[in-house]
Nanobody
Framework: QVQLVESGGGLVQTGGSLRISCTAS????????MGWFRQAPGKEREFVAS????????VYTLSVKGRFTISRDNAKNTVYLQMNSLKPEDTAVYYC??????????????????????????WGQGTQVTVSS
């Protein structure tokens, strides 16, 4: 069983920055693709970003490309989401997720796969990010 714990959420003004983290309780953190999703009130869970096992490949949804950066530190079992130029529409609960399915990287990191919530085996409880206008 893998437990994921998010941290670092909070309140920030429009245009500000925030870095959220997700730490995994597992010795096999380096074996999984990690993703960040978000869910605003009354909306479906939305894909934000994903990163491969080594951190060499990342995928982003269009609305955050150029503003958000996903990264990971396998020695610390942690994945990060650096969020810059935040907008009120970024307000949501942010969730990290782990995909332990063993596939060739080209398959594992396809957008249609990493953006699909059922792809992921484990989920964190979420951290609230609120951007004030």
């Amino acid at each position: 069983q893998v437990q994921l714990v998010e941290s670092g959420g909070g309140l920030v003004q429009t245009g500000g920055s925030l870095r959220i983290s997700c730490t995994a309780s597992t010795r096999t953190f380096g074996d999984c693709v990690m993703g960040w999703f978000r869910q605003a009130p009354g909306k479906e869970r939305e894909f934000v970003a994903s990163i491969n096992w080594s951190g060499s490949k990342t995928v982003y949804t269009l609305s955050v490309k150029g503003r958000f950066t996903i990264s990971r530190d396998n020695a610390k079992n942690t994945v990060y989401l650096q969020m810059n130029s935040l907008k009120p529409e970024d307000t949501a609960v942010y969730y990290c997720a782990a995909d332990y399915t063993q596939l060739p990287e080209s398959k594992a990191m396809e957008f249609t796969r990493v953006s699909h919530p059922p792809t992921y085996n484990y989920w964190g409880q979420g951290t609230q990010v609120t951007v004030s206008s």
